[in-house]
């Protein structure tokens, strides 16, 4: 193990997130690292190896179903069935920039198409998925794509979700003034109301919190992880789909706390090698690779835009949720995920409301909304495609 290769890792990793935090997530930390890490690739600055230089190769290939499952623990049923119009326009969506993805398969290649599916309804899991699915076919230009769809895809998503999102606000506070409408309780006000209702009742990891300690945490983690594995080798199922499955019955169950690895202290560690292991996929890329994927990766954001505006917009999808600026804020959420949905709401309130009452009842409307939306297809429903879209590579 090389512990330069290591800090220069982190370094890169820092920098992303201190331009990210400075810039109010206007740059991508995600964009930044990437890019840095393929400036040092065609530089040689880095060498194509740094990653395992580094000592997280070995991490990244046991840390993808601890996240995994770490993120089945975090799904609300009661809050998906509450805003299930959300849901169903979310999986739509995803249909509709699956559909519009193979629209350019004559362009970019069938390999692509698949990597670049699961990538666009969802996040690093997905990519991670997918890129390491890729580079074991030996599909490295597929993998370097998936990258970088991964890397760009909240500058895509961010100001379709904002101008719709901002349009839908304007209109509710429009008629809010006009005495048209009344503010409703919170989402946040409701949950309060529940909680204080059932404070007496108390799930497993609650009555036991105390032994819940960092290692109690990684080993019914290391445990459902080596479950979702066996269960793989016994059935055509992906190990993705199993975690996922598993955490979200201990989670909703209460045998586990939900973000169980924020519990063990060990989540920000383990995403971190999930991202690292991304990085191998743009050590093989040269200048006239770049290009060639450039523009495939423009092509994809195309169609995917377009599809979206002609399925969603113009067609009556929209009615499914009632509105059409808050379809399209939904529909581009598959983009963004938590935290970048929750972060646009409590900007696009910011922005339109002129006291703490217009604020909170824009919230009420917009923040489960989006951040549902983001929650369905990116933490939950993308893994699950790439579960089944990897076996077709």
Known sequence: MSFFGLFLCLAVFAIGD???VGTRAKLSSVFVALMLFLIGFLT?????NIIEQAGLSQIAKWASPFIIFHMGTMINFKELIKEWRTVVLSIIAMGVAAISIFAVLPIIGKESVIVS?????GGIVATQIMTEGAMAKGLSQAAALGAIIYAVQKFVGTPPASI?????ANILIEKYRGGLIEKGASSVDEGRENRQKNKDVKFFYQKYD?????????????FFAWLSRFLESLTPVNYSIWALLLGAIMGYIGLVPPKILEKGNSAGLLQMAIFASIIPSLADINILDLAKLSLQ????????LIGIFI???????WKIVGSKNLAVGISMAQLLGFPATYLIANEIATAVAKNEEERELILSKIMPAYVVAGFASVTTLSIVVAGIFVKFL
């Not at 599916?117 to 309804?121: G, L, R, S, T």
């Not at 990766?297 to 169609?303: K, N």
């Not at 399925?311 to 009556?316: A, E, K, N, R, S």
Request: overall charge positive.
């Open 18 to 20: 201190i331009l990210g």
């Open 297 to 304: 990766t423009a092509f994809i954001f195309a169609v995917v």
């Open 117 to 121: 599916i699961p990538i666009i309804n």
């Open 311 to 317: 399925f969603i917009y113009l067609l009556p999808l």
């Open 44 to 48: 040689g600055i880095f060498p194509k």
């Open 164 to 168: 719709f999102g901002l349009k839908e």
């Open 210 to 222: 105390k032994y819940f300690t960092p290692f109690t945490c990684l080993g019914v983690t290391a």
